[in-house]
């Protein structure tokens, strides 16, 4: 069983940066593959980046490869979402998921466990 709670949430600017974090409970946090997704009002929610547990493989969608960085940090079991060069497209709750699988997951159902998601709000 994971927990995740997700911050690091705001309104910025666009062209300016946020760093999301998501806190997970458990000891088996270093097993499970990260990834944020993110909703819009009126839209489905879309996979926007991914890690699996060593941190050294990531996926990144299309529309936020080069701007947004996925890490973790295994220790203090907490992945990040470093976001530079906001654009207004990109305003949406972002949720923190986890899934038991040594492999990377891109996939929304695939995932078991959500947070509850942080509101980013970027402004033009």
């Known amino acids: 069983q994971v927990q995740l709670v997700e911050s690091g949430g705001g309104l910025v600017q666009a062209g300016g940066s946020l760093r999301l974090a998501c806190a997970a409970s458990g000891r088996t946090f270093i097993t499970y593959a990260m990834g944020w997704f993110r909703q819009a009002p009126g839209k489905e929610r879309e996979f926007v980046a991914a890690?699996?547990?060593?941190?050294?493989?990531?996926r990144y969608a299309d529309s936020v490869k080069g701007r947004f960085t996925i890490s973790r940090d295994n220790a203090k079991n907490t992945v990040y979402l470093q976001m530079n060069s906001l654009k207004p497209e990109d305003t949406a709750v972002y949720y923190c998921?986890?899934?038991?699988?040594?492999?990377?997951?891109?996939?929304?159902?695939?995932?078991?466990?959500w947070g509850q998601g942080t509101q980013v709000t970027v402004s033009s």
């Open positions: 998921a986890a899934y038991d699988t040594q492999y990377i997951a891109t996939k929304l159902n695939e995932y078991k466990y």
């Open positions: 890690i699996n547990w060593t941190g050294r493989t990531t």
